[in-house]
Every structure is written in C-alpha cells, then in structure tokens.
C-alpha cells in the first residue's frame, strides 16, 4: 500500500496551537452595541447574549513568530446570570493582560502599578498588544479550538524575549488609561488587522 492508498500516518488536520504555546499578540473587540454606563460598559464594545451573559467578544491576533497572523477568538466574561465566575475570570484575564501590556509584575502593588491596571474604557484595550499564554478549549459542538485565559507578565522568563523588548515599567504619570505608557510597552502595528472572522466562537458552559 502506498501513501495514496493508507492515510492512517497522514498528519491531523487539526491546526492548533499547542497548549502552552507563549505568543505576542493584539486585542481586537469585536463590538456588540450593548452599554451599561452604571457598570463602565460604555462604547458599545460589550455584547450581550441571548441568555443575558455578557461579555467581550475577542479575536486576538498573534502578530509574530512561527504562528504569525493566526486567529483565537475568545470571550472575555463580564457578566453571568449565573453567578460571579465568570466575571471574575474575565476580570482576572485584564488585569494579566494590562501587566503585560505595560510591563507591570502581578505583584507590584505601588501607586504606580496600581495606575497601569486602571482604564478609562474598554477601548484602552481594542488594540493592546500583550504575551498570551496558548490553552485549548472546547467550541459549542465540542471540538477543540485555542483560547487565551491567561497573560504572561514580566515576572516570567520568557517575557522579554516573546515581547520582544526588555521588560518596561510603567510610569504611573499619564493617570487611569495611560495609553501612552501601553503603546510604548507594546507597539502597535501602523497596518489595519484583517477582517473579522464572522464565525461564532462557542460559549463556555457558565455563558450558555
């Protein structure tokens, strides 16, 4: 039998990432018109779904290395009817990523860092570059597909060389929102992101 009669050794399609992966990538929301100004969701970048979870709905784009230009596509939970689980995963995974983003360790607790993890609105994060740790997950018809439920900050060893800078400290004199101090960390690229994957991505079992 030859290769094009037995494709028992042929290759998985499966193309994902594998668990564990650290990868720098960019934030894009995709926006879902739904505002709560009494919670600070303003900007019309939250959605809410059919059974009134809310959440952010992002596609984050690994913008270098070997896996260059891929897609994970995850929701950042900002409200469950459920309880507060997934809220404060959501809230756990922005903290990390403004860490990141703006070089920031999790244990820094100064004024100055407690300033890097303030944001004047969900669009400080529509475009933050940050080193993502690569999980796999399940999709709502149970196939795996990659997320992203956690950030690397500079504490790690690996954190300079995935963001590809030494790691910066952040200033603290910008005040809540600093952009300034995030584009520096992490610089954004001058080309627009391709186009939204207009697929779903599947809701965790909490968001259903």
Do not use: C
């Not at 260059?68 to 404060?88: C, V």
């Not at 300033?115 to 570059?129: H, K, P, T, V």
């Not at 790690?156 to 520096?184: C, E, I, K, W």
């Amino acid at each position: 039998m030859g290769s094009w009669n037995d494709f028992n050794d042929a290759q998985s399609n499966t193309n994902l990432i594998p668990k564990g992966t650290l990868a720098k990538v960019r934030l894009t929301i995709r926006p879902g018109g739904f505002d709560d100004a009494s919670q600070g969701w303003t900007g019309g970048y939250a959605t809410r779904g059919s059974t009134g979870a809310v959440y952010l709905n992002g596609e984050f784009t690994v913008t270098e290395g070997q896996y260059a230009r891929r897609k994970i596509f995850t929701l950042i939970g900002l409200y469950s009817p459920k309880g507060p689980d997934w809220a404060n995963m959501g809230r756990s995974l922005v903290r990390g990523m403004l860490n990141s983003a703006r070089g920031i360790s999790d244990k820094d607790m100064s004024p100055e860092a407690q300033a890097a993890r303030r944001i004047s609105g969900f669009a400080d994060l529509d475009g933050i570059e940050f080193v993502a740790r690569i999980d796999i997950g399940t999709d709502a018809s149970g196939d795996d597909k990659n997320e992203i439920r956690s950030a690397v900050t500079p504490d790690h060893r690996d954190y300079a060389q995935v963001m590809g800078t030494a790691p910066l400290q952040f200033s603290g004199n910008a005040g809540p929102g600093a952009t300034s101090q995030q584009n520096a960390a992490a610089p954004t690229s001058s080309s627009n992101p391709p186009a939204a994957n207009p697929g779903a991505p599947g809701r965790p079992s909490w968001a259903q």
